[in-house]
């Protein structure tokens, strides 16, 4: 990946998530404070503001600029949360050897460690950590990549809300998706389509 398709990734998810900013706060109005979307496009619109900024850059400090600007930008957990998990994607792009697979791997590692969260817990890592793994087993096959996601952000749905304020529903809370798997779900669910243009 270099950085131009950086770019175009960041654009794709953002398109998506502008599409379905009502979506992701209405479900996080069921479990959480209701403003998933709005902070979610708030943070994706300023790392891609910044772009221009960025035209000097490898595809390792780009991740890494855009795991800060989303810190900085997104409310809430999810902006440490995502930023954590592009600043350890950033960080193994410094080596072109398995940077998708090592790299992915360390992001899901990071936000388990930074919002102390497990899979299982309903949360992002259902869907990030489902990917590193199947991009471990099997290398950057895309179709498996967008399965991956979308059967790890589906499952959200079966859980129980083990952390945030969806944690205090308790069982209540199966039944819904966690915005933040969905969220993460268009990220790279825009990954796929970023990487697989042209391919067909």
Same mark, same amino acid.
């Given at each position: 990946?270099?950085s131009?398709q950086?770019?175009q990734? %960041?654009?794709?998810?953002?398109s998506?998530?502008?599409?379905?900013?009502?979506?992701?706060s209405?479900?996080? *109005?069921?479990?959480g404070?209701?403003?998933h979307?709005?902070?979610?496009?708030?943070?994706?619109?300023a790392v891609?503001?910044?772009?221009?900024?960025?035209?000097?850059?490898?595809?390792?400090?780009?991740? *890494?600029?855009?795991?800060t600007?989303?810190?900085?930008k997104?409310?809430?957990?999810?902006?440490?949360?995502?930023?954590?998990?592009? %600043?350890?994607?950033?960080?193994?792009f410094?080596?072109?050897?398995g940077?998708?697979?090592?790299?992915l791997?360390?992001?899901?590692?990071?936000?388990?460690?930074?919002?102390?969260?497990?899979v299982?817990?309903?949360?992002?890592?259902?869907?990030?950590?489902?990917?590193?793994?199947?991009?471990?087993?099997?290398?950057?096959?895309?179709?498996?990549?967008e399965?991956?996601?979308?059967?790890? %952000?589906?499952?959200?749905?079966? +859980?129980?809300?083990?952390?945030?304020?969806?944690? +205090?529903?308790?069982e209540?809370?199966?039944?819904?998706?966690d915005?933040?798997?969905?969220?993460?779900?268009?990220?790279?669910h825009?990954?796929?389509?970023? %990487?697989?243009?042209g391919?067909?």
């Open positions: 990946m270099n131009h950086v770019q990734w %960041m654009e794709t998810t953002l998506l998530i502008k599409e379905n900013e009502t979506t992701l209405e479900l996080d *109005q069921t479990i404070d209701g403003d979307g709005v902070n979610m496009v708030r943070g994706f619109q891609v503001d910044e772009f221009p900024n960025w035209e000097q850059e490898n595809t390792s400090a780009v991740m *890494q600029k855009i795991g600007t989303l810190v900085s997104v409310g809430g957990a999810s902006g440490p949360l995502f930023g954590t998990g592009f %600043m350890r994607l950033g960080a193994a410094k080596s072109e050897e940077a998708w697979a090592d790299g791997t360390k992001a899901a590692e990071g936000i388990a460690q930074r919002g102390k969260v497990s299982g817990d309903a949360t992002l890592l259902d869907v990030w950590d489902p990917v590193a793994k199947v991009v471990q087993a099997k290398g950057t096959d895309w179709a498996e990549v399965r991956a996601a979308q059967d790890g %952000m589906n499952g959200t749905k079966q +859980l129980e809300t083990k952390r945030g304020r969806g944690a +205090l529903l308790k209540r809370s199966i039944g819904h998706l915005p933040g798997a969905v969220s993460s779900y268009y990220l790279f825009a990954l796929v389509q970023t %990487m697989t243009k391919e067909n």
